[in-house]
């Protein structure tokens, strides 16, 4: 699913039109990205949390040519689904 195939569900599923459930949708996404440049953890009960990791910098080696590289610091997103989520996945996956 693409961002323009969850507009058209979320206007389907609520009855508005295509422009209000884009503007809802980017409202949302905007919420959940300026949590996390906040550095704040955002939990969605049933569904799952985003959160921020940080990963140390470290040498990697190219791998055309074997050279040593820098890997900087970063920070990374991850998701961990919510039971009600994981329970409704495998459900769907055994039926």
Same mark, same amino acid.
């Given at each position: 699913?693409? @961002? %323009? ?5 979320? $206007?389907? @599923? ?12 980017? $409202? ?14 955002? &939990?969605?009960?049933? !569904?799952?949390? !985003?959160?921020?990791?940080?990963? @140390? ?6 791998? &055309? ?10 920070? %990374?997103?991850? !998701? &961990? ?13 055994? $039926?």
């Amino acid at each position: 699913m693409n @961002k %323009n195939e969850l507009i058209e569900q979320v $206007a389907g @599923k609520i009855g508005l039109t295509k422009s209000a459930a884009t503007d809802v949708v980017e $409202a949302v996404l905007e919420a959940i990205t300026g949590t996390l440049v906040g550095g704040e953890e955002v &939990r969605l009960t049933g !569904f799952g949390s !985003f959160r921020i990791s940080e990963r @140390k910098a470290s040498e990697g080696r190219n791998p &055309r040519t074997g050279e040593t590289i820098k890997i900087e610091a970063a920070k %990374n997103i991850k !998701f &961990r689904q919510g039971t009600d989520l994981k329970e409704r996945v495998n459900s769907r996956r055994s $039926a």
